[in-house]
């Protein structure tokens, strides 16, 4: 896997990004991670995971089995976060896992747990852009998005990456809030930014939008599966943890304590499950592939 070297990455395009998540790791810390599993996204529940650190493994699990993962493949992590799929890839499937995300201080976390737990030697994890990767084409047999997709400007622009870093015949999956239709009234529309905006997240694309991305991109067999149900109660404990801390967040934002960032986060927490009770979105798992060497199929105008 050959890495196309740059001479320094610019962080001003991911200002609002950087900020969010330096902000709130304290938030995620205290309220959500697992020491095991440092898993800044939502738990998938069923049978075998009624707990949120069960639960929390089991997006991963679910994730790579969406995906028909392999053992020993070669994985990019796309917006990695402090690397938890990554160290989830490497010790359950023996993946060379990649993991690149914009917040330099999760590139410094992902590098010190993957050492502490002895998993160095199939991890890398760099400050990159998923939009602009610097690597070469035809990289990965398998591009992971879980919950990272959303803060795209443009998501198009990642499915087309997606695209060119694949193999022939390499899977692309996604877990991603996906907003039921474009536009909501105006009130749903203040709803939904109103959560969005306060995770640095500027807006979230329809099921035909995604549907419509990954065509232009070249990929085949693109599939949106509504996983809300699995979701369901990791969103709803968002929810009441946020609440809980509401009016200390209030208190705290007031005098100067917390950021507009921290705020915002537990806002956010708020929002997301009113939203999702208004059906302004639903939490998705995305997959699709991209054609096999010698296939006919071709991109197709969005």
Not at 247 to 263: F, V
Request: with cysteine; glycine share 8%; proline share 4%.
């Amino acid at each position: 896997m050959e890495q196309r070297q740059a001479s320094g990455f610019d962080e001003s395009p991911f200002r609002d990004v950087i900020e969010y998540y330096d902000a709130t790791r304290f938030d995620y810390r205290v309220a959500w991670l697992d020491r095991e599993n440092p898993a800044i996204h939502f738990g998938f529940y069923d049978q075998r995971a009624g707990r949120h650190t069960a639960a929390l493994e089991n997006t991963n699990r679910i994730l790579a089995g969406l995906a028909g993962l392999k053992p020993r493949q070669r994985i990019l992590d796309a917006g990695c976060g402090s690397g938890g799929s990554c160290l989830w890839l490497a010790r359950h499937l023996q993946a060379q896992a990649v993991g690149i995300t914009p917040v330099r201080s999760q590139v410094e976390e992902a590098r010190r747990l993957a050492a502490k737990a002895g998993l160095d030697n199939h991890t890398t994890f760099l400050q990159a852009d998923y939009c602009q990767a610097p690597f070469e084409e035809n990289s990965f047999d398998c591009v992971w998005a879980c919950e990272s997709l959303c803060h795209a400007v443009e998501k198009s622009a990642f499915y087309r990456e997606a695209f060119r870093l694949l193999r022939p015949g390499g899977q692309l999956v996604i877990a991603e809030y996906v907003r039921t239709r474009r536009p909501h009234g105006a009130g749903g529309e203040k709803l939904l930014l109103s959560w969005l905006n306060g995770w640095a997240i500027p807006d979230i694309d329809t099921p035909q939008e995604h549907l419509s991305h990954a065509r232009a991109a070249g990929f085949e067999g693109t599939r949106i599966r509504d996983f809300t149900g699995q979701t369901w109660v990791s969103l709803k404990n968002l929810h009441k943890i946020a609440r809980r801390w509401m009016w200390a967040n209030y208190l705290l934002y007031g005098l100067g304590i917390r950021s507009r960032a921290q705020h915002g986060n537990i806002q956010g927490g708020i929002r997301q499950f009113e939203a999702l009770n208004q059906g302004l979105w639903f939490y998705a798992a995305i997959t699709a592939r991209k054609p096999s060497a010698g296939s006919s199929a071709k991109r197709q105008p969005a």
